[in-house]
C-alpha cells in the first residue's frame, strides 16, 4: 500500500546543532507540507513544494529549510536547533489542490 | 490572514449520544474543508474532504455540513462511541492547496 513515512519518530537534540528530519511518500504525489503542531498553536505550515526542485516558505519558515530532488522526499533541515523549536513534526502529501492531504506519524523532536 | 476556529475546545458525552462539532472560518473563498481525527500522540487521519462547491458529506456515521457563504462547517457524529474519544481538527485550504487548521475540539464519550 502507498504510504507517507516519517523518520526518525523521536529525537534529541542540543542547541545549535543541525537536524534533518526526513519525509518520504509513495503516492508520487506533487504537494507536499511540512507543518509543527505546538500546545496553543495548533498546526502552523513551515514549509511546502509543487514538485521537484520547487519550494516555498509557509507561515514559520524562519530557522529551517527543505529542498525537493525527487517527488517522493521532503527533508526538513534545521540549521541550527534551538529550543524554540522544540515541536512534533508533521509531512503531509496531496495530489494537488482539489485532494485531502494525508498525513504521517509526526516526529517528536526536543531541543535541550 | 485566515483563522479559523473550533467550539468547543473540549466535549465530554454519555455513550451514544448525537453530537455536533463546529468550525468556522474567516475567509469564504476556501477551495475545500477538511476534518481529522487525531488520536493522543498519532498523527492526523483524515474523516472527510468537502470541495467548496458542496454542501455536504457523509461517512458511515459522520455527516460533514459547509456554509462558505456563512464561514462555517459542522461534524455531526451519531450515536456516538467510547472509541471515537479523539481530537477533532477543521482546517481549510485557500488558493496552493495549503491548510490553516482550527485548534481542535477534544472529545470525550464514557462508557
Known amino acids: 500500500d502507498a504510504e507517507i513515512t516519517q523518520s526518525p519518530r523521536h529525537k534529541i537534540t542540543e542547541t545549535g546543532r543541525q537536524v534533518t528530519l526526513a519525509c518520504h511518500q509513495t503516492w508520487n504525489h506533487n504537494n507536499m507540507f511540512w507543518y509543527r503542531q505546538d500546545l496553543g498553536h495548533g498546526l502552523r505550515l513551515i514549509h511546502y513544494?509543487?514538485?521537484?526542485?520547487?519550494?516555498n516558505k509557509g507561515e514559520v519558515s524562519d530557522g529551517y529549510s527543505v529542498s525537493r530532488s525527487n517527488t517522493e522526499d521532503l527533508p526538513l533541515t534545521l540549521e541550527s536547533a534551538a529550543s524554540s523549536q522544540t515541536s512534533v513534526y508533521f509531512c503531509?502529501?496531496?495530489?494537488?489542490?482539489?485532494?485531502?492531504?494525508?498525513f504521517g506519524p509526526g516526529t517528536r523532536l526536543t531541543v535541550t | 490572514k485566515q483563522e479559523v476556529t473550533q467550539i468547543p475546545a473540549a466535549l465530554s458525552v454519555p455513550e451514544g449520544e448525537n453530537l455536533v462539532l463546529n468550525c468556522s472560518f474567516t475567509?469564504?473563498?476556501?477551495?475545500?474543508l477538511q476534518w481529522f481525527r487525531q488520536d493522543p500522540g498519532k498523527g492526523l487521519t483524515s474523516l472527510l474532504l468537502i470541495q467548496s462547491s458542496q454542501r455536504e458529506q457523509t461517512s458511515g456515521r459522520l455527516n460533514a455540513s459547509l456554509d462558505k457563504s456563512s464561514g462555517r462547517s459542522t461534524l455531526y457524529i451519531a450515536a456516538s462511541q467510547p472509541g471515537d474519544s479523539a481530537t477533532y481538527l477543521c482546517?481549510?485550504?485557500?488558493?496552493?492547496?495549503?491548510?490553516?487548521f482550527g485548534g481542535g475540539t477534544r472529545l470525550m464519550v464514557k462508557p
Open positions: 513544494s509543487y514538485g521537484v526542485q520547487d519550494t
Open positions: 482546517a481549510v485550504s485557500n488558493a496552493g492547496n495549503m491548510l490553516t
Open positions: 503531509a502529501s496531496s495530489p494537488g489542490e482539489d485532494y485531502e492531504q494525508y
Open positions: 475567509d469564504s473563498a476556501i477551495y475545500n
